[in-house]
């Protein structure tokens, strides 16, 4: 459901599946242009909906990752339908290839890693709102920065995973379940950009 925070002092929209970011990025707007409308979108449908009703959003705030965003294919579409609208892309995506080809679409003003401070955040928002775009330097993150996003079990269970263990070791070695440990290696794979246990393992010796 599309939600709505009332002022009269411009509209921003909030595209991201979790309220708890979408709060953190509503202060962080909030620093720069104070009290302002915001709309909020926690999904694809939400998001067009919010840009169908409201033609005068002055900035929007969108993760690429939502659901039904296939694969970040709809943001395209919203660079095409509403090419005046600057956008600041906050993912945790950090595939070079992705960022750049996202960093390229003319209405992208910044693209902002979710490992990124507010204070990063906030500059990006602040070269956006003056008309200025910030270079994509995701790319030449490190190995480091990269697994800086993992959550503390995630790093364990990958540390283990560098030892060769099973799912089955793993989790009994923790004391969870062998599908938590699945999960988890699922969204470390995500995290990482890599696709099998080996290259998730092998990071440190890249590092």
């Known amino acids: 459901m599309l939600q709505v925070s009332m002022s009269n002092t411009g509209t921003v929209l909030i595209a991201d599946e979790h309220a708890l970011l979408r709060d953190a990025f509503k202060m962080i707007v909030s620093r720069v242009l104070g009290p302002v409308r915001f709309l909020e979108a926690h999904d694809t449908e939400s998001l067009f909906q919010a840009l169908a009703q409201c033609p005068d959003i002055r900035l929007a705030l969108v993760d690429p990752k939502i659901p039904g965003m296939c694969g970040g294919l709809r943001l395209h579409q919203i660079a095409w339908d509403y090419p005046l609208l600057p956008l600041v892309v906050v993912s945790s ?3 070079p290839n992705v960022v750049h080809r996202i960093a390229a679409m003319p209405s992208v003003h910044a ?7 507010a204070d990063e955040l906030q500059a990006a928002i602040e070269a956006t709102l003056q008309g200025r775009r910030v270079p994509a330097a995701l790319s030449n993150h490190t190995v480091s ?9 995630q790093e364990e269970i990958r540390q283990l995973l560098r030892q060769g263990l099973s799912n089955k070791t793993i989790a009994a ?8 440990v699945k999960n988890h290696i699922t969204e ?9 246990r080996m290259q998730a393992a092998q990071l440190d010796a890249e590092s």
């Open 93 to 95: 995506v950090i595939s």
């Open 145 to 153: 920065s990269r697994r800086s996003c993992l959550t503390p079990r």
């Open 111 to 117: 693209f902002v890693s979710k490992c990124s401070t």
């Open 188 to 196: 470390i794979f995500k995290t990482l950009n890599t696709s099998n």
């Open 173 to 180: 070695t923790l004391g969870i379940s062998t599908g938590t």
